[in-house]
């Protein structure tokens, strides 16, 4: 009897490793994240800064906190989506060689991303106030997606960067890079310099 059930136990259990279970094994495809992307709405930032612009509603104003941050630099920060446009705002005093080497930062800085990214594109911006504005959209598994830079030459230089904190690679995230990135466009487009 025992003999009997032992062998009926591992004829069952040989039949359920059978070709059913194994062969037909289909891979399940990777999942992407989903985000909910509101239709955006803007407010407008408060005058306690040397710019001023809109920025979406859904985003929180801080504070950068680093031990090297000036005043007037700032993180639009979008919670639900762990990122952040870090923007670093700094006075030219009308000094055309303090200019020109806050830009050779600004590009350098874009540059140290070439390791990672397969593609850099810059495009310079017409605003609607007159401005211009330099846009950099970096390609790959790159910590910042977006860069840009604008001045109005003699007195404000304002830079901004989108990171996220979050280990989603770059290509799941695209739809909240491009989210943003409208929203980077929107703050260019309504920004004004304060006296």
């Not at 952040?84 to 991303?113: C, F, G, W």
């Not at 304002?158 to 280990?167: C, H, P, Q, S």
Request: with cysteine; net charge positive; proline share 7%.
């Amino acid at each position: 009897m025992i003999r009997y059930s032992l062998a009926l136990f591992i004829g069952l259990l040989l039949a359920a490793c059978g070709s059913n279970s194994a062969d037909n094994y289909v891979p399940k495809p990777k999942g992407f994240p989903r985000f909910d992307l509101p239709t955006p709405s803007y407010k407008l930032l408060d005058p306690t800064h040397p710019y001023q612009f809109e920025y979406n509603s859904i985003a929180r104003v801080l504070p950068d906190t680093f031990a090297r941050s000036e005043p007037h630099w700032i993180f639009i920060t979008y919670p639900m989506y762990h990122a952040s446009v870090q923007l670093t705002y700094k006075p030219i005093l009308h000094d055309v060689n303090r200019l020109r080497a806050m830009l050779e930062d600004s590009y350098k800085l874009a540059a140290r991303h070439n390791i990672k990214a397969y593609a850099i594109e810059q495009r310079k911006l017409h605003l609607k106030s007159g401005l211009e504005a330099s846009i950099i959209d970096l390609s790959g598994e790159v910590p910042s997606q977006v860069q840009f830079v604008t001045t109005d030459s003699t007195t404000h230089f304002l830079r901004g960067a989108l990171y996220f904190n979050t280990a989603t690679e770059n290509d799941s995230l695209q739809p909240v890079i491009q989210y943003i990135r409208k929203d980077i466009l929107h703050m260019l487009n309504t920004l004004k310099w304060r006296k």
